[in-house]
């Protein structure tokens, strides 16, 4: 049986899909066939074909990419600035937190202190700048307090301790949650000094926590370090400072008073949005702070 000798017009096309899988653009040789034909259909000439066929490639790449560094990121939960609900917290500087959401504060290496008692939305806010920065091409990294903590004493003991730095100096973002709730004994202290000591200056840190600056001493066995870790932390930070009554806990009355009047218990904003009496207070811009100058909450 005798092969049909292949047109110039084929062995160019299939030379050409060889090509695109070479160099691995692999969403350019998938649409390769449809493209040609969308390109006759249109009448496209050779340069807007080429830009059709790489623009597939490079939206491609960008949603990858994307997914990979939320992957990375290891986010608890998808909350984004649009579900946070301002309404129900009247005294929250809205032009702040959009100031905070243009993500300048990651150029400018700086931080971010959202500290205030438990279910006001200091997870919330965090992760919400978390996923705008990555959204924006920015590497980010989430982890607890306590987690951090446990990593960096696992590496110590499986001699991963340079490693295990690195790849917490090197995301643009470090969100650390979770502060405050679990006291630090001095090996935890030291470690968490030395995550915030080397991304001084170099890499943003969101941190929350339910102490005030001032009660920090309280969290760690060593007021020293303490002072050390927050002198670095505030120098160049926002700090949030966000006082009232737990979300969770309105979310709960909702629900509650919709059972009691029989009804489906509807989206728990809309009930929060009913006389809050929730006092939620803002710092500004605090640059070259030292501890003892701090508000405190606690
Ligand atoms: N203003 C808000 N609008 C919408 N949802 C909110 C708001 N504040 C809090 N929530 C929701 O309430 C829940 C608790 O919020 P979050 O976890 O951010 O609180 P937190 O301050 O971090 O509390 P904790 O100190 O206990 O960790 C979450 O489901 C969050 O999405
Ligand atoms: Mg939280």
Same mark, same amino acid.
């Given at each position: 049986?005798?092969?049909?000798? &292949? ?25 390769? *066939? ?8 249109? &009448? ?26 939320? !992957? ?9 600035? #649009? ?5 129900? &917290? ?12 243009? +993500? ?13 008692? *438990? ?38 003991? #499986? ?6 730095? !690195?790849?917490?100096?090197?995301? !643009? ?5 979770? +502060? ?49 870790? +927050?002198?670095?932390?505030?120098? !160049? ?46 710092? *500004? ?9 701090? *508000?405190?909450?606690?």
């Amino acid at each position: 049986m005798s092969t049909q000798p &292949q047109t110039p017009a084929a062995s160019a096309y299939q030379q050409l899909r060889g090509h695109l899988h070479y160099l691995r653009l692999e969403a350019a040789a998938e649409a390769l *066939p449809a493209a040609l034909d969308h390109a006759k259909a249109h &009448q496209f000439g050779h340069t807007a074909l080429l830009e059709h066929l790489l623009g597939i490639e490079v939206t491609a790449t960008q949603t990858r990419r994307q997914q990979s560094r939320l !992957r990375f990121a290891a986010f608890p939960a998808p909350w984004r600035l #649009e579900d946070f609900d301002f309404d129900a &917290q009247p005294s929250v500087d809205r032009a702040l937190v959009q100031e905070l959401a243009t +993500l300048r504060f990651i150029d400018e290496h700086a931080n971010v202190l959202l500290i205030g008692p *438990p279910g006001v939305g200091k997870t919330h806010l965090a992760l919400a700048l978390g996923h705008l920065a990555v959204d924006a091409g920015y590497r980010v990294c989430y982890v607890t307090a306590a987690d951090l903590v446990a990593r960096c004493h696992r590496a110590a003991i #499986e001699g991963r301790w340079a490693t295990t730095m !690195r790849s917490l100096a090197t995301p !643009r973002l470090l969100i650390i949650d979770e +502060l405050g709730y679990l006291p630090l004994q001095a090996e935890g202290a030291a470690s968490l000094f030395q995550v915030i000591a080397q991304r001084y200056l170099k890499g943003s840190i969101a941190l929350t926590t339910n102490r005030g600056v001032a009660s920090w001493g309280q969290i760690f066995d060593d007021p020293m370090v303490a002072a050390a870790m +927050l002198d670095r932390l505030l120098h !160049r930070s926002t700090v949030l400072q966000i006082d009232g009554e737990s979300y969770r806990m309105r979310a709960h009355r909702a629900r509650v008073e919709a059972l009691r009047k029989g009804v489906t218990p509807t989206n728990p904003r809309s009930a929060a949005n009913r006389g809050s009496g929730l006092r939620l207070a803002l710092k *500004p811009q605090v640059d070259g702070l030292r501890p003892g100058k701090n *508000p405190d909450s606690a």
